[in-house]
């Protein structure tokens, strides 16, 4: 494992609520309550300030970066309700190129994320109404389509892409079959619920029934990457001070208690292997959990919060 690397000035005003390193980890951008993304170049541990990004109208929650096949692109989301998507032209600057309008979203879009380069350039985001909206781009007509599904009763908090690869699909011996299009989403009503694109209805819709088992909001979900190997796994952290991990076989989802923080998790992150498992709780307690040959999931690291 790499040192750590020790704080770094953002020049944001206020709260930073994001940090997102793009494919290659050459840049990175942030989010932040001060309304606006600021784009950095990395080289080692440094950081070097490119540009700051003004549009939203209210705290930005979250950035993603996409795959570099398509480019230089970012999104965001924000307390104002909208969903904003950023492209890097040739001479360095960025520019909006499409941001939704209030008819997708009533409430603070809360998580945003850019599918897998496999399912073509498509966001997915969750909002405080309650729904989940995914943007598709339309190559043909060169805009974004927009589809809404009502994901949680109360509120959606997260969400989270599966990997494109089918399960066991690197160690079956046959062809790639298809990419998988699924996401994961996280709500207020204590659960998280699975989503498929129906092919022959040409929407989203629930698969399965929801995964229950934390006793207060589900903060964040995060679908681990399985590079083609025979399984899927969700982490889910709650406000109950848990967070559970489920595995998926034979289209049935279990639940395995990881730990029990005694106090809200936050913010969940896999390693790119799927290997290991950050957490970060409400004190601002980073912890790292990695999976024994026996199944068995151990804690390796702590980052204790500064005092």
Not at 14 to 42: E, M, P
Request: net charge negative; charged share 15%; glycine share 8%.
């Amino acid at each position: 494992m790499g040192s750590p690397v020790g704080p770094q000035e953002t020049g944001h005003a206020d709260t930073v609520h994001d940090v997102q390193l793009d494919y290659y980890g050459r840049k990175l951008a942030t989010a932040s309550s001060d309304r606006t993304i600021k784009v950095f170049d990395v080289t080692g541990d440094q950081l070097t300030p490119l540009t700051t990004l003004h549009g939203h109208d209210g705290p930005v929650w979250q950035v993603s970066w996409s795959h570099p096949k398509f480019g230089n692109l970012l999104a965001s989301c924000s307390f104002d309700n909208s969903i904003m998507i950023w492209k890097e032209q040739q001479d360095g600057s960025w520019m909006p190129v499409y941001t939704t309008d209030s008819s997708l979203h009533s409430a603070s879009v809360n998580s945003v994320a850019f599918a897998p380069h496999e399912l073509g350039l498509k966001v997915a985001a969750a909002s405080s109404d309650g729904s989940a909206s995914v943007l598709t781009y339309n190559t043909t007509e060169g805009k974004w389509d927009q589809q809404k599904v009502d994901a949680h009763s109360v509120g959606c908090t997260a969400v989270s892409w599966s990997p494109a690869a089918p399960p066991g699909s690197l160690v079956s011996g046959k062809p790639p079959a298809h990419a998988i299009a699924r996401f994961a989403t996280a709500g207020c009503d204590r659960t998280v619920r699975i989503w498929h694109y129906d092919e022959s209805k040409r929407q989203w819709a629930q698969q399965g029934q929801p995964l229950k088992g934390h006793t207060d909001w589900v903060r964040d979900v995060a679908w681990a990457p399985n590079l083609g190997m025979p399984m899927n796994t969700i982490a889910s952290a709650g406000q109950d001070g848990k967070v559970l991990i489920w595995t998926e076989q034979n289209n049935q989802w279990s639940q395995l208690v990881l730990c029990d923080l005694q106090q809200p998790v936050w913010k969940l992150s896999w390693s790119v292997t799927g290997g290991i498992l950050a957490v970060s709780d409400s004190k601002g307690n980073v912890t790292l959990w990695k999976e024994a040959i026996d199944g068995q999931w151990q804690q390796i690291s702590q980052n204790a919060a500064a005092a």
